[in-house]
């Protein structure tokens, strides 16, 4: 999906730096264990990029269909490159999905929604592949009032907002985008206190306790008003 190589937002120190890092796949690893946890059957990783959370979200047993937009790709059904084991269904259309309706009891968005060229036609496109009642996850959903994001632009440093289709959210945007769709809104957090792209040894041994002190921080009122993202956990009314 656009920008989904992204699947969790950052894209400096070239695109794959969430594969090499620890932190951020610890965080990946959370979001499989929580999919994996909550029973589902079918789920679309929407967006799969390289393929790392699909990987993650087989390891949870789940029956997981990896998709990805990819404008300048030959359509159709290929290898992962990174995760060769798992198969990707590729697609030029930026809002369509190949899949009939009701496909899915669940979506995954990680790092995608805010890359999109149309929201509102992709949130259609999800509700209609996912089954009555299904559930869409939305994790790395950038909050404006991030202050990491505001140092990065700064700095000179990708930001969420420097590409063409990029948006930030509020909590009441995010919801407004969700609810114009059917969806209703069970959970909402702020999350990310810290960079989780960080890589080299340090960050590789201490992967578990960034991750771990990003979590404590994330859950602090008043301070994770600045995290670095949203996340929302909604189901097709």
């Known amino acids: ?19 090499r890092s620890g932190p951020q796949m610890e965080e990946y690893r959370a979001i499989a264990r929580r999919l994996g946890g ?8 929407w967006g799969c990029g390289y393929g790392q959370v699909s990987d993650l979200l087989v390891r949870e047993r789940l029956d997981v269909t990896s998709f990805d937009y990819r404008p300048d790709a030959e359509e159709g059904v290929w290898p992962l490159e990174r995760y060769p084991h798992l198969s990707v269904r590729v697609s030029r259309d930026p809002r369509l999905l190949p899949f009939a309706d009701g496909t899915f009891d669940a979506v995954l968005s990680c790092g995608v929604l805010e890359h999109v060229e149309d929201p509102d036609a992709s949130l259609e496109e999800i509700r209609r592949v996912l089954v009555p009642g ?18 990065a632009k700064r700095a000179g440093l990708y930001y969420h907002g420097v590409l063409e289709h990029d948006r930030v959210y509020t909590r009441r945007s995010a919801l407004d985008l969700l609810g114009r769709h059917d969806f209703a809104v069970h959970e909402f957090r702020r999350m990310n206190m810290l960079p989780l792209t960080l890589t080299g040894g340090v960050a590789a041994r201490a992967a578990q306790a ?3 002190a990003n979590r404590a921080l994330s859950a602090v009122p008043g301070v994770n008003l600045l ?4 996340e929302l956990v909604a189901r097709v009314r």
């Open 134 to 151: 299904g559930t869409l996850y939305v994790y790395k959903l950038p909050n404006r009032a991030s202050y990491l994001e505001a140092i």
């Open 1 to 19: 999906m656009q920008a989904q190589s992204d699947a969790g937002g950052e894209q400096p120190r070239g695109q794959d730096v969430n594969l």
């Open 210 to 212: 960034i991750w771990a």
């Open 38 to 45: 909550d029973g589902l059957a079918r789920v679309l990783d």
């Open 227 to 230: 995290a670095t993202n949203l």
